[in-house]
């Protein structure tokens, strides 16, 4: 930026440009510009815009508006400080959800703190791998998969907690639960 308080970084592998703060080296700001190689990127004088390019001569210059960066938010449990395993999305209504697990507890939280779902399974939630996977929300947010003692997947519904399907897997560990790109 003209004030030197900000830096643009094209990448070429990603297609994209990403703002740093100088001064913290935070990222302030990414955006993906397809094809573009990220070799072409200059501030608005205003310091309002950057605008972005290519070398192709058939692609179009993009203006992308700079804006205060949205507030930072923090996901806790609040039955735990421990959290063993966790997935966000964003729901629509609630902008983002959080589905987090520690020992046998789930609990889906809101950005603002609500407390979407808690429920405590009795059992720990885990998988053969590890605890990472163990908890993860539908894209949209409408259900939350849970992997009980690297053995059983249960589907909750989010709104009440009600059990929508459960499977148990006989000799073989469960890896991990993902859920597709359009739940």
């Given at each position: 930026?003209?004030?030197g308080t900000?830096?643009?970084v094209g990448r070429a592998d990603l297609d994209d440009f990403t703002i740093y703060d100088v001064a913290s080296a935070a990222v302030v700001h990414r955006f993906?510009?397809?094809k573009s190689s990220g070799c072409s990127a200059v501030f608005f004088p205003a310091g309002d815009c950057l605008v972005t390019g290519t070398v192709a001569a058939t692609q179009q210059c993009v203006f992308h508006r700079?804006?205060?960066?949205?507030?930072?938010f923090e996901f806790t449990m609040s039955t735990s400080t421990h959290i063993d395993s966790s997935s966000v999305v964003t729901d629509g209504k609630h902008g983002a959800v959080?589905?987090?697990a520690a020992g046998s507890q789930v609990e889906v939280?809101?950005?603002a703190g609500a407390v979407l779902l808690k429920k405590?399974?009795?059992?720990?939630?885990?998988t053969s791998r590890g605890t990472r996977t163990a908890a993860q929300l539908q894209p949209g947010g409408k259900f939350v998969a849970c992997v009980l003692a690297e053995r059983t997947v249960v589907v909750l519904l989010v709104a009440d907690g009600s059990e929508c399907w459960r499977f148990r897997e006989g000799s073989h560990n469960v890896w991990g639960v993902w859920w597709s790109p359009n739940g």
């Amino acid at each position: 930026t003209r004030d030197g308080t900000q830096i643009v970084v094209g990448r070429a592998d990603l297609d994209d440009f990403t703002i740093y703060d100088v001064a913290s080296a935070a990222v302030v700001h990414r955006f993906i510009h397809p094809k573009s190689s990220g070799c072409s990127a200059v501030f608005f004088p205003a310091g309002d815009c950057l605008v972005t390019g290519t070398v192709a001569a058939t692609q179009q210059c993009v203006f992308h508006r700079l804006q205060p960066p949205a507030p930072r938010f923090e996901f806790t449990m609040s039955t735990s400080t421990h959290i063993d395993s966790s997935s966000v999305v964003t729901d629509g209504k609630h902008g983002a959800v959080a589905a987090m697990a520690a020992g046998s507890q789930v609990e889906v939280v809101t950005e603002a703190g609500a407390v979407l779902l808690k429920k405590d399974f009795g059992e720990r939630l885990f998988t053969s791998r590890g605890t990472r996977t163990a908890a993860q929300l539908q894209p949209g947010g409408k259900f939350v998969a849970c992997v009980l003692a690297e053995r059983t997947v249960v589907v909750l519904l989010v709104a009440d907690g009600s059990e929508c399907w459960r499977f148990r897997e006989g000799s073989h560990n469960v890896w991990g639960v993902w859920w597709s790109p359009n739940g």
